[in-house]
């Protein structure tokens, strides 16, 4: 009976470090605001920069952009399909939570939103992220009510917002510029 109850004890202790901690990251990591992204993206379209714009691996840029702009426009007019709530309630919110902590995400460079429309491989870039421009500030100025993210679930527009973003930057990272 005492060592389950510090068995118990050592558990419990163990949980509220480990949630301490979590808090603590989640409160000193600063994610890219939605108008810093904006600079960056107009940056890209640079004359001299867009077209050494290359994929590292995966998909190619103007691929890419198009994938971004389609996602940030889902959460404003709805996700073609949607994973289970099960999922969405336990994997993806858990999923979205650790992003949030590390202020990064890691996922499938390479895997269409479920139900969007193929997108074509090559095409113009510059109009590619002008398509994600437009899309963060429509994002930005939307008023209305936000459609829950495929696999996240329900989010708020901050978190949204992070989402949007931390997206963008792990496309980024297998850009070459």
Do not use: C
């Not at 499938?108 to 109009?127: C, H, Y």
């Amino acid at each position: 009976m005492k060592k389950r109850r510090l068995l118990t004890g050592a558990f419990a202790l163990t949980a509220v470090a480990a949630l301490g901690l979590a808090t603590y990251r989640k409160s000193t990591v600063e994610i890219t605001s939605i108008a810093a992204m904006l600079k960056q993206l107009e940056a890209l379209k640079s004359p001299d920069l867009v077209t050494k714009l290359v994929a590292k691996t995966g998909w190619a840029p103007y691929k890419v952009f198009v994938h971004l702009a389609q996602s940030i426009q889902y959460s404003m007019t709805g996700y073609p399909e949607m994973k289970p709530e099960l999922f969405q309630h336990t994997a993806g919110s858990a999923a979205f939570y650790a992003f949030s902590v590390a202020g990064a995400m890691r996922h499938n460079l390479t895997e269409p939103i479920p139900g969007a429309p193929a997108i074509a491989d090559a095409g113009n870039v510059s109009e590619a992220i002008d398509l994600v421009i437009t899309a963060l500030q429509a994002f930005q100025s939307y008023s209305g009510e936000l459609h829950p993210h495929f696999a996240y679930g329900v989010l708020s527009k901050t978190e949204f917002a992070n989402a949007h973003v931390m997206h963008i930057e792990n496309h980024l990272k297998e850009i070459q510029f």
